[in-house]
Structure formats: C-alpha cells, structure tokens
Nanobody
Framework: QVQLVESGGGLVQPGGSLRLSCAAS????????MGWYRQAPGKQRELVAA???????NYADSVKGRFTISRDNAKNTVYLQMNSLKPEDTAVYHC???????????WGQGTQVTVSS
C-alpha cells in the first residue's frame, strides 16, 4: 500500500519559517520525481517545487529564493524548507510522487500552512 504522509504544517507569522516533510512508503522512492503542490481556497492546485530522481529542482516563480526542496532517499522523505513566508503562501500543501518509468502517480492528504499575524 502506497502512502505519502505530510507533516510540519501550522500557523506562522509573516516572515517566519516552516519545514514540511513527506514520508513515502510502498514505492521505490529513489526513482520518483517528488513534488510539493499547494491549493488555496478558491484557487487551483499549483506546483510549488519539484525534485527529480537525479536531484534537479524547479520552483514556482513566487517561491524562488525563499523555498528549498530536498530529498533523502535513505529515509524515503522529501522536504520543503519555507523561509520568509508571506500571507499569500497560505494553502494546503500536498506531496506528490510521480514516475514515468513505472507510470505511477500518488498524492498525500496534505498539510495546512497558514501565514498570519
């Protein structure tokens, strides 16, 4: 059974930091591109950051320079370090695992991030 379990969300003041984690099980983690997406109320889900099996990364323009995605294949975990948070970063953040090699894609349940004073 495949599971992607996010953690690390919460309430933070503007300018603060959070670190999200996504622990994967039931998949061959190292071959998957791992991504973080977010969905704010009334908006479509959008890609925040992704990291390939080879370690290449890409970011949404809105988070470049503030967020960093990383992965630990030994722990089957992907991280999203979020710094200089803004109210517009408020959303539910979802972990995604995708592999063209095995033609599979999975989603986590999401973790709420709220940036407010």
């Amino acid at each position: 059974q495949v599971q992607l379990v996010e953690s690390g969300g919460g309430l933070v003041q503007p300018g603060g930091s959070l670190r999200l984690s996504c622990a994967a099980s039931g998949i061959r983690f190292s071959i998957y591109t791992m991504g973080w997406y977010r969905q704010a109320p009334g908006k479509q889900r959008e890609l925040v950051a992704a990291i390939t099996s080879g370690g290449s990364t890409n970011y949404a323009d809105s988070v470049k320079g503030r967020f960093t995605i990383s992965r630990d294949n030994a722990k089957n975990t992907v991280y999203l370090q979020m710094n200089s948070l803004k109210p517009e970063d408020t959303a539910v953040y979802h972990c995604n695992a995708a592999s063209r090699l095995v033609r599979s894609e999975y989603w986590g349940q999401g973790t709420q991030v709220t940036v407010s004073s």
